[in-house]
């Protein structure tokens, strides 16, 4: 079980004193928040991919350099890499690049991206999303796969023998989870390529991403990759955690109020109850998150959102501190009662061990 | 069995809306053969109770449960009666905040009877210029006589001629649609997911409209 943390890498203001980080600020916490990750034992940072304000992760691939560069065990990976509005030739030469310099410490996750006036800034057009992510996947898959490619699509310009450089770390592809909330075509695409699903689910009741993994699972069945329940699942998930749960409610508060896409809403209560996030004692953020499988599963990542509302760098990290005391009986409780044939989420040394065993004569 | 939903955004207690939803929702049912018999169920949306949850579902992007399943509720119906007070010279913006939460296709092909209250009949081109065109959008059938129901209108015996006119027409739009929908609810189409060849067909196939 790879347990980690996601950021989107927005600019807020707190709310509680009016402070707006600048760009810089939130870039630098962004790292400061890796390495702390790093430094609890944490499994993954995976670093969102926007191109508007008021975001400032639109260079993920230097910021995960840059994090590769100061940390040596984390993994890093992206929440999400636009597949719709990014050009796949530069996705498999920016990833097969960061591969080489971390030394394999590399996963991607694809994400279609819903802000609309993204698209036409990038010569898309968002009523293509589901065509645009399934497109420029395929080309992806086989640019890190066959060595000279011949390529006509609708979407970009055709390709005639191009080798995408560097090839990827020992011939082998970068692990790849597809993101999506709701849309199936997506979970069949994950299922068809043997690849990963991730179902953010914390902003939505935990039913809907059941269903949507439910269909994953059978599909990945279907699609020949292996059981069902062997199937490669990640969920998102989000908390705020004191060791006194009435604090942690209280400072939180203000946050969830004002906060960029629930606030202003339902109140934190209905809402704690409605959706995965968890506002309380370490104890209650345990439970909570190991009661997760009872909607999917047992599964391979869990990511939080840590550093999003306006907190501050200094709260976020004490948060880090928590979820880093939590952390050895988290690991126990996921590992509890999962049968043996569930497989761990491909790392790039578990995907070059069994390529050599594909390639030892029977 | 008939499903009919009546949908009310009436916000008084009581409401003239909902007590003009009442009646049309009798004059339907009666025509249809009478609930006891089992000939046709009711089930009443009342938009009040929904209020907050509206404004959530704004907010969040999901509906709670309570909002859920009023809103399977509407995609379930083979007859919809809707009724609305008049609000700045069109339905109210409850009203309008509950259709624009609805699935695109939950009304595909349904007949409505659409009504309207107000304090004067001044505001009954609403029907027809705000209400008509609003399920029209929606793919709805709508019957061609909408009722409205003005304050005076409660003590005039013409409204009771509309209502009965506009539950006729309901019953006849009922007689000529298949009473089982077709339309897959979003379990269904979880459950019949499109293959990944036929979407990689889809992508290479040019815009779809």
Known sequence: ?362 | MTRLVVLSAGLGVPSSTTLLADRLAAAVVRRLGGEAEGRVEVERVELRRLAHPLADRLTTGFAGEELAAALEAVHGADALVAVTPVYAASYSGLFKTFVDVLDRDALEGTPVVVAATGGTPRHSMVLDHALRPLFAHLRAVVAPTGVFAATDDFGDAGLDDRVERAAGELVALLSGTATTRTRPTEDERLADPTPFEELLRRAGAGPTG
């Open chain 1, 1 to 362: 079980m790879q347990l980690g943390i996601f950021s989107v890498g927005d600019v807020t203001t707190d709310p509680t004193t009016g402070r707006t980080p600048t760009e810089h600020e939130r870039i630098r916490a962004q790292v400061a928040i890796a390495l702390k990750a790093e430094e609890i034992g944490l499994d993954v940072v995976a670093l969102g991919q926007h191109h508007n304000p008021p975001f400032v992760a639109s260079a993920p691939t230097t910021t995960l350099a840059w994090i590769g560069a100061q940390t040596r065990r984390i993994l890093l990976s992206t929440a999400t890499t636009l597949i719709t509005t990014t050009d796949p030739v530069r996705i498999a030469e920016d990833y097969a690049t960061l591969q080489h310099l971390t030394g394999g410490r590399v996963d991607l996750m694809m994400g279609r991206g819903n802000t609309g006036p993204v698209y036409p800034w990038f010569g898309k057009d968002i009523r293509e999303g589901i065509n645009l992510a399934v497109e420029n996947y395929a080309l992806l898959h086989r640019l890190w796969r066959e060595d000279v490619v011949d390529w006509q699509g609708r979407f970009r310009t055709p390709l005639q023998g191009f080798t995408a450089t560097p090839r990827p770390l020992d011939g082998v592809a970068p692990f790849v989870w597809h993101g999506s909330i709701r849309s199936p075509e997506i979970a069949e695409q994950a299922a068809y390529y043997g690849d990963g699903f991730f179902h953010n689910h914390i902003f939505w009741p935990p039913e809907h991403a059941a269903q949507m993994v439910r269909l994953y699972r059978e599909r990945f069945e279907h699609y020949g990759h292996g059981r069902a329940d062997q199937a490669y699942v990640g969920l998102g998930g989000q908390f705020f955690m004191r060791k006194d749960s009435q604090a942690a409610v209280r400072e939180f508060r203000p946050y969830f109020d004002n906060a960029p896409v629930y606030g202003h809403g339902p109140s934190l209560e209905d809402f704690t109850s409605q959706t995965p996030l968890t506002v309380g004692s370490p104890q209650q953020v345990l439970e909570r998150t190991l009661g997760f499988r009872e909607h999917v599963g047992d599964y391979q990542r869990q990511l939080f959102l840590v550093d999003h509302a306006g907190l501050p760098l200094k709260t976020v990290l004490e948060q880090l501190d928590l979820l880093g005391e939590i952390l050895p009986d988290l690991r126990a409780g996921f590992a509890e009662g999962r049968p043996a044939h569930v497989p761990d989420a491909p790392t790039h040394a578990a995907l070059v061990a069994a390529r050599a065993d594909q390639e030892v004569p029977a």
